[in-house]
């Protein structure tokens, strides 16, 4: 069965340094989204992307964090530079639809911790 | 905006007694609804989901049923084992919108 792949699943970094996360989505799956989960919540959209367009990015502090998925495939979601409250889990997800009542896959995610 | 709220945890429970989690959600339109279950260090998993009022749907034993008078979608499952232990997330996905809100979470621990 085809997985979502996310790496890497665990990073330690200290605050003020660049991170980066990488996500492979299922292979024909247009839409992939970017949720930021902290410890005793549940995830939160960061950025949606279609194909290779940002649906929506409303979420995203673009100050800090930036997103692409140039050819519309894998993604890389970005922070720099980091701060303590951006430890979290960060889950990417793909869907077959665009829009609509869709199911979405989640990878592993990666979990992130600022010190 | 869409919402999701869940009843709050922890939630203990012995091997083979009945479980309820509730979920309400506020949304506009006619949403899907969807719970997921979250292993200790795993992604989200989906557990089952349903698309239509009155719809119910079901997976491992577990059930919940869209109620729309009551914008209700309570998780359920008759005889839960050790195995079900796990962070238990409601989400709902607006029509015309691809992305889905979660509530927080609700923490499962059975006990043998």
């Known amino acids: 069965e085809a997985e979502v792949a996310q790496s890497p699943r665990y990073k330690i970094t200290e605050k003020s340094q660049a991170v980066a996360f990488w996500c492979d989505p299922i292979s024909g799956h247009a839409t992939l989204y970017w949720y930021r989960q902290i410890l005793g919540q549940g995830p939160e959209l960061l950025v949606q992307f279609q194909d290779e367009s940002v649906v929506d990015d409303s979420q995203l502090p673009k100050d800090r964090f930036s997103a692409e998925r140039l050819k519309g495939v894998d993604s890389t979601l970005k922070i720099q530079p980091a701060e303590l409250g951006d430890s979290a889990m960060y889950l990417c997800?793909?869907?077959?639809?665009?829009?609509?009542?869709?199911?979405?896959?989640f990878g592993p995610g990666t979990r992130l911790t600022v010190l | 905006g869409n919402s999701v709220t869940q009843m709050e945890g922890p939630v203990t429970l012995s091997e083979e007694a009945f479980l309820t989690i509730n979920c309400t959600y506020t949304?506009?339109?006619?949403?899907?609804l969807f719970w997921y279950v979250q292993y200790p260090g795993e992604g989200l998993q989906l557990l089952l989901k349903?698309?239509?009022?009155?719809d119910k749907g079901s997976n491992k034993g577990f059930e919940a049923t869209y109620r729309k008078e009551t914008t209700s979608f309570h998780l359920e499952k008759g005889s839960v084992q050790v195995s079900d232990s796990a962070v238990y997330f409601c989400a709902l996905s607006a029509a015309n919108a691809g992305k889905s809100t979660f509530g927080d979470g609700t923490t499962l621990t059975v006990k043998p």
């Open positions: 949304a506009t339109g006619y949403p899907s």
């Open positions: 997800a793909s869907s077959p639809e665009d829009r609509g009542p869709d199911t979405q896959y």
């Open positions: 349903a698309t239509k009022a009155d």
